[in-house]
């Protein structure tokens, strides 16, 4: 997915108070209480604190962390399907541990759903009259599909992990090997951020000696609703997929469905 600038700075809170050589300065007094700073897919730079009234040549006396510095968030996953009785399809997605970086640890991807086919149950007026079942013109599903995805970090510790629970509805028309999809689906995601950071500072060396523990729980995601729009190429057992989904972190997708019926 690209990152719109939007999602590459926030507003960062201050500590109370800030420790740099011998000093100690007080936020209000010393320095303001927010500032704007890099995400973590936002600029490696991060924003330095000075004191204020910050003179020409003064030392920053604390700094932000910087990001990743990168544009896109690419995310592959493998997706298995399974065909059940009565229009149902249970599906399964999953990454297994891979490592990211050195400072980092690993990360791993799981997620469970369910697809059911409510066009069969409809009704649809025949054009010799009378009624008939399952004869619907589009193929309309409901689904619910829950998903987590986690990085560790070095020690084998959640550093990162969102869980998100998504219901939706879709209608599609298949057309020879082709089928057209859009859907629209409510999307609920909570994110826990936990980590421990160690102030780096070419002034002040001695900083990395005061951790700072971060604990962020149960942030919620922005948005909560989500279009999509796609095509679908059926291939024997692949099924090769192009969609783009539209909410405030807008998704392009590609890839390849293994499907066993």
Known sequence: ?????????????????IISGVNKYVVEIDYDRSYTTSTALGSKQGTKVYRKPAASGSLPIYTFPGGLGIGWAPLLVPQLS??????????LRYVP????????????????????SISQWLPTPSLVGGIEQGKFPLNLSVNLMYQKFTVTDTAGGDFFKTELWSVGVQASKRLLIFT???????????TDITYTYRPVSEYY????????????????ADNNF????????HLLLLNIFADYSLASQPVASVGLVLTIR
């Open 82 to 91: 399974v065909g059940l009785p009565l229009g149902t399809e249970f599906v």
């Open 205 to 220: 060396p001695e900083a990395r000696n005061r951790p700072v523990d971060v604990r962020l729980k149960d942030i919620k």
């Open 1 to 17: 997915a690209p990152v719109p600038d939007s999602k590459k700075t926030f507003v960062a809170i201050a500590p109370d108070s």
């Open 180 to 190: 057209f999809y859009g859907g629209l689906a409510y999307e609920s995601a909570t």
């Open 97 to 116: 541990e891979i490592s990211i970086h050195e400072d980092v640890g690993k990360f791993k991807h799981v997620g469970i759903g369910l697809h059911h």
């Open 226 to 233: 989500r279009a999509t729009v796609g095509l679908n190429v």
